[in-house]
């Protein structure tokens, strides 16, 4: 068994890297999707019912913006085990004289920071509409937050290689993809609190992993964290999402580990 080779992981990182920055219309594409949600349901739909949490709904649902195009970046970057198949780079990695290990570990690491540079881009958006208090908790909630985005994505960038690693279809990868984003992000509570749901739609949304990331969010960013986990709410979120990550990190490397050329 081949040692973990961290030049490799490097260079995998890089390429990683270099694709999304020459993507620049996905990039914008994505911007501008959060964008419409944010002005749309932010003003739309928060003038009509009003503010939420003694705030104003645009800066209820801001984090959780946020936490949706980091998951939809991240799940869709899977994608690429299936192009680099299907274009002969998948069977060059392999044959180079390194591991897999390195290899998928380099492909979530660089899928994990491009995803969350998405989502820096998308709290500056939602900045510049005025979701967040430009004060010194806000600015501390920051470095908290990237944390917490680098964590979201690279539980999010092991599934998306899992479904990549499963299959050689690109149709199949984004109807299943698609599948499996839109319950996830639907039930992450982005766009009401938990605690004004019916208990059976409380239930799904705390079996979903993605709600434990708009409330890290939301409690970096805004200084919220909904009751009904109790009064160690934001360390629960934490361990769920730290757990979740771990698990789809491993089952993502281990798809890909055994995924043929």
Do not use: N
């Not at 620049?24 to 964008?35: D, L, N």
């Not at 949600?37 to 019912?49: S, T, V």
């Amino acid at each position: 068994m081949q040692p973990i080779s961290g030049q490799a992981i490097y260079v995998v990182l890089l390429r990683e890297l270099k694709r999304f920055w020459r993507a620049k219309a996905r990039i914008i594409a994505s911007i501008a999707q959060s964008f419409f949600f944010l002005l749309i349901l932010g003003f739309g739909i928060g003038g009509l019912f009003g503010g939420t949490l003694g705030g104003s709904y645009l800066t209820f649902i801001a984090p959780g913006i946020i936490a949706m195009s980091l998951l939809f970046a991240s799940v869709f970057s899977g994608i690429s085990v299936i192009f680099d198949r299907q274009f002969g780079f998948f069977k060059e990695m392999l044959v180079a004289p390194v591991s897999r290990t390195s290899i998928i570990t380099g492909k979530i690491f660089g899928g994990a920071i491009t995803a969350a540079i998405q989502g820096l881009l998308i709290l500056g958006v939602s900045t510049i509409l005025g979701a967040f208090v430009l004060d010194f908790r806000f600015a501390l909630g920051i470095f908290a937050g990237i944390g917490v985005m680098l964590l979201i994505t690279a539980g999010f960038v092991g599934l998306g290689v899992a479904i990549g690693s499963a299959l050689t279809d690109f149709h199949a990868f984004q109807l299943i993809s698609t599948f499996i984003i839109w319950p996830l992000f639907m039930l992450s509570g982005v766009f009401f609190p938990i605690d004004t749901a019916p208990l059976p739609l409380q239930i799904a949304m705390l079996a979903d992993p993605l709600f434990y990331g708009v409330e890290l969010l939301r409690f970096c960013l805004v200084g919220y964290i909904t009751p009904i986990l109790g009064p160690l709410g934001p360390l629960i979120a934490l361990a769920v999402l730290g757990g979740f990550s771990l698990l789809m990190i491993a089952i993502g490397t281990y798809l890909f580990s055994r995924a043929e050329a």
